[in-house]
């Protein structure tokens, strides 16, 4: 499974960073071309606790392009398990990468409506003696094991601020529960109007006090998930061709344009030492035509 080895830090050098300001970038994208980035973090402690309570078959939820379901597929049976995804929406008639890639992976894919995909609860009831993860690894267990991200960097405790792209929640809070006293987390949101994931992440906190600790940002979604207007696309290209930074349409990209943003406003103050989280996903860039990204 993934090699910790292969994550580095890789140090940004630009003319838009204010003198004594710092902007690093955790590469987990490096850590496996499959399970990358942050998703071994957020599955490792539910296949173990699948394990323990001897399970066979483990299922979840997500989109046609989520990178979850990608992971879980490939760990799954990487470790032993069947596996099933639960996809959001009816079944196209061409499948998209990620989708065919879980199937050859041995994962089930179920395909439901979008209505019958809020009601997860009652979808579960629907099969029997499966082992179940929520969408993105949403739960206890994944903050826990996201939590253990910051333990692989290096006098971690120097940064002041720690930036994440967030979906469900689950890294940015496992993030904010490790994190020091003088250190911010800052999350940036990639979904639309998505003001409810304060209070979701909150319910994964170790202590309601480290509430304090965080800031979510709401306006670099770019028109909502996965959206990818031209913008964002020169602007990847640009992070590419400038500090050959990889990045995808759903998160990183947004992430590292708020992180920008962010500094250059003085909204992060000067003199702050930044480590923005690549929480991986490049996967996420496969609808985009061959040739439009340079990597």
Not at 156 to 185: D, P, W
Request: charged letters at 15%; proline letters at 3%.
């Amino acid at each position: 499974m993934p090699d910790l080895k292969n994550v580095n830090i890789h140090s940004i050098k630009a003319n838009w960073l204010p003198n004594a300001t710092t902007l690093d970038v955790l590469r987990l994208d490096n850590i496996h071309p499959v399970v990358s980035g942050n998703k071994w973090f957020k599955l490792k402690y539910y296949l173990a606790d699948a394990r323990q309570q001897q399970y066979k078959t483990v299922a979840t939820f997500g989109g046609a392009y989520s990178n979850h379901i990608i992971a879980t597929a490939y760990a799954c049976k990487e470790n032993g398990f069947k596996s099933i995804g639960i996809i959001r929406g009816e079944k196209p008639a061409q499948l998209s990468g990620t989708l065919l890639s879980a199937a050859e992976y041995s994962m089930q894919l179920q395909f439901v409506t979008r209505d019958a995909f809020k009601n997860k609860e009652l979808l579960k009831q629907q099969f029997s003696n499966t082992y179940w993860i929520d969408e993105g690894g949403y739960g206890s267990l994944g903050a826990t094991g996201a939590g253990e991200i910051l333990s692989i960097v290096d006098k971690v405790e120097n940064y002041s601020h720690i930036v994440c792209a967030v979906g469900t929640g689950t890294m940015f809070a496992g993030l904010i529960n490790s994190i020091k006293e003088h250190q911010r987390a800052i999350g940036i949101s990639v979904l639309k109007n998505n003001y409810s994931i304060h209070n979701e992440v909150v319910q994964l906190l170790h202590d309601p006090g480290y509430a304090g600790r965080f800031t979510i940002f709401h306006d670099y979604h770019f028109g909502g998930y996965a959206k990818h207007p031209a913008e964002l696309i020169a602007f990847m290209n640009d992070a590419w061709h400038k500090y050959q930074l990889p990045t995808d349409i759903v998160y990183t990209a947004k992430t590292f344009y708020a992180v920008r943003q962010l500094i250059t406003r003085h909204i992060i103050p000067q003199g702050s030492n930044v480590l923005m989280i690549h929480s991986g996903g490049l996967q996420g860039n496969t609808p985009l035509q061959k040739g439009v990204l340079p990597f």
